[in-house]
């Protein structure tokens, strides 16, 4: 009954959150996708990190752990530089763009008669196709965490579930395989019972109150996903027999070599030849992948912000919560059950090894964990999979309500210029859609793991381009439109010659990553250049960082100015990933060491990171990076923007 009485007291904050902001939501697009562009820093940055606090990533964790040891998490962890690009070199671009999507930034950057289909392509291929396979990765955490928790075969009357199992059984529907041990059928209408719960509590809020309600619902869902993770990971050590030996029982468990490579920060020992295409994937993806600039949600939520400032320590803060708290939590967790839950080298060679290491994060917390606390694990995944589902069902939305309907269809095609009620309308309607192709992609997938592999290798090549656009003034729309085609024909093609085993990912990402960057900068010399015109404005508005030599000097500014003042700008990135990567790796060695390991190399990690955590934090308070425009010139010239044009 405590474990109902909270998830009830969840679902009513979501709820009330979404019909508090309905009325404003309503008004216009910038109201409903921007929130009027007043969203504080902090909040943006929990916004985030509750969006990146998926269901789906703590058994992602769990699978890497058991699969590949500690050192694989670098997989996620460099992400982290991204995040620090956007946060000091990007975010304050996205912001002053003035504009409500990342689709609608092409009509704003590039000139030409392709603009409006690159604009078109863009809403559909990333609001859509890889939005949609996301959402439906995080739809696959979901079944499993609501097999083990939502029994509805024991809760329901016979007569009404059985019901719901003819419907499945006619229909085909198979969700998931039963970690639990149900017949398909059963765990398959229960598993359909739970997902469109779950999903008709998030529409409801999300639909109604657009960002605002998002924001508000992600930063109660983010504190309490991160208690109830930080209770979850307290009873895994006190089962396990307590922090301070946990390290001693993983050796005692798999012996001294896996124990070195299941709790090494660093590549181990035995890695042999595998070394170096592991570290060609951690060296790839971080800056290849499509969201390297931020495109996205991430995105969104740096143009929500009122001023640069707060769109710079979104994205700090972001990063923070998101490498280093929420990582050191999960750590704990998985390699607790690696002593709790053991296994041997003959179950590493299954099949379904890694599918089964994944729902043991699920599992644990039915098991370990007793009556309340369960509730409030419960609660953080849930409200880990609902901050995840609501905010792409909001940026999905925006393209097509700003970037389909307002600028394609209303205009060419119904030949008027739509109305700002309409626009929303059709906002909440493509979240509906949105959902239904994201649940039938779901019911096709089997591991996490394997999906988000391939989810890289398709977005592997398009970041480095949209990363050139802000800082190269030469690259031009078709260089954006050759990277999108190089990669939809590229990644099937290797897919099928290559297969998607594991092993060969980093010919398979390097290989992408070559061929759609080649493509797209050597499209960029043999193809007309933007013109100076949309150049000129673009750098007016936006005042770009990096290789803007010929623009800057046209609009009365030293040609050294855009370099240097990237420089600067990547020197805080530098100090700040420094600081954090050591933290994280001097705190993760003091909490797990080796075995023969020497805690002098974790002190000497984290003096380091605390050292250079003030000169980050002043240069992120400080005004100067600010750019000195007036604001309210800014405020007006977004205000002008008509989302049609």
């Not at 703590?58 to 962890?77: H, N």
């Not at 946060?87 to 912001?95: I, K, L, M, P």
């Not at 409006?116 to 939005?131: D, E, M, S, W």
């Amino acid at each position: 009954m405590l474990d109902l009485l909270i998830v009830l007291a969840f679902v009513f904050y979501g709820l009330a959150a979404g019909m508090r902001a309905r009325a404003r939501a309503s008004l216009s697009l910038h109201e409903y996708f921007l929130a009027g562009r007043t969203i504080k820093g902090w909040r943006a940055g929990v916004s985030m990190a509750a969006t990146q606090f998926a269901a789906d990533t703590p058994l992602l964790v769990s699978g890497l752990v058991a699969t590949a040891g500690v050192f694989a998490l670098w997989r996620l962890w460099i992400y982290g530089l991204a995040f620090l690009l956007l946060a000091w070199v990007f975010a304050s671009g996205w912001r002053r763009a003035g504009v409500l999507t990342d689709a609608e930034l092409t009509r704003v950057r590039y000139s030409g008669p392709a603009v409006v289909p690159l604009r078109l392509f863009k809403a559909i291929y990333y609001g859509t196709v890889i939005n949609c396979v996301v959402l439906a990765m995080v739809l696959v955490a979901a079944i499993r965490i609501a097999e083990v928790f939502l029994p509805w075969h024991d809760w329901l009357p016979g007569g009404v579930h059985g019901l719901i199992r003819a419907v499945v059984e006619a229909a085909g529907i198979r969700l998931g395989e039963s970690m639990s041990g149900l017949d398909p059928l059963t765990a398959s209408a229960n598993n359909l019972i739970s997902i469109l719960l779950i999903l008709l509590f998030t529409a409801m809020y999300s639909i109604t109150g657009g960002l605002r309600a998002v924001v508000q619902t992600d930063v109660m869902q983010f504190s309490v996903a991160m208690l109830g993770t930080l209770a979850y990971a307290w009873f895994v050590v006190d089962a396990a027999g307590g922090l301070g030996g946990l390290a001693d029982r993983v050796v005692e468990l798999y012996g001294s070599e896996q124990a070195a490579r299941l709790l090494s920060f660093a590549p181990p020992d035995s890695a042999g030849e595998a070394l170096l295409p592991l570290l060609m994937v951690i060296g790839l993806q971080w800056l290849f992948q499509m969201n390297s600039d931020g495109t996205g949600y991430l995105a969104q939520r740096s143009m929500a912000c009122p001023t640069d400032r707060e769109a710079r320590i979104a994205g700090l803060l972001f990063t923070w919560l998101q490498i280093f708290l929420r990582s050191l939590f999960w750590l704990v967790i998985a390699i607790g059950l690696l002593v709790l839950y053991p296994f041997g080298p003959e179950e590493m060679g299954s099949g379904g090894f890694t599918a089964a290491r994944e729902a043991l994060f699920v599992s644990g917390i039915d098991e370990l964990l007793p009556p309340g606390f369960r509730g409030l694990m419960l609660v953080g995944l849930l409200a880990a999979l609902t901050s995840t589902v609501d905010t792409h069902l909001n940026w999905g939305a925006s393209y097509w309500s700003n970037d389909i309907y307002a600028s394609v269809v209303a205009p060419k095609l119904l030949k008027r210029k739509p109305r700002d009620k309409e626009l929303v309308l059709v906002a909440r309607l493509s979240s509906v859609l949105i959902l239904l192709l994201a649940m039938s992609i779901m019911a096709n997938l089997g591991s996490i793991q394997k999906a988000w592999f391939i989810s890289l290798l398709f977005g592997a090549g398009m970041g480095f381009v949209l990363v050139l656009r802000w800082l190269w003034e030469r690259i031009n729309l078709y260089s954006e439109l050759a990277a999108m085609v190089v990669s939809l024909i590229t990644a099937p093609l290797l897919l099928y010659c290559l297969g998607t085993d594991p092993e060969r990912e980093w010919i398979r990402l390097g290989i992408m990553s070559l061929v759609t960057s080649s493509a797209a900068i050597l499209i960029s010399y043999v193809t007309p250049a933007t013109d100076e015109q949309t150049l000129d404005r673009f750098y007016r508005r936006v005042r770009p960082f990096g290789f803007w030599g010929k623009t800057a000097l046209r609009c009365g500014v030293s040609r050294r100015e855009p370099l240097r003042a990237l420089g600067t700008r990547l020197f805080a990135v530098a100090v700040t990933a420094l600081s954090l990567y050591t933290l994280l790796i001097g705190v993760g060695r003091l909490l797990f060491p080796g075995p023969q390991g020497s805690s002098v190399l974790a002190w000497a990690c984290i003096v380091i990171g605390l050292a250079l955590m003030p000169v980050w934090i002043y240069l992120a308070f400080s005004r100067c990076f600010d750019d000195q425009h007036d604001e309210h010139e800014l405020a007006l010239s977004v205000d002008r923007i008509d989302p049609a044009n």
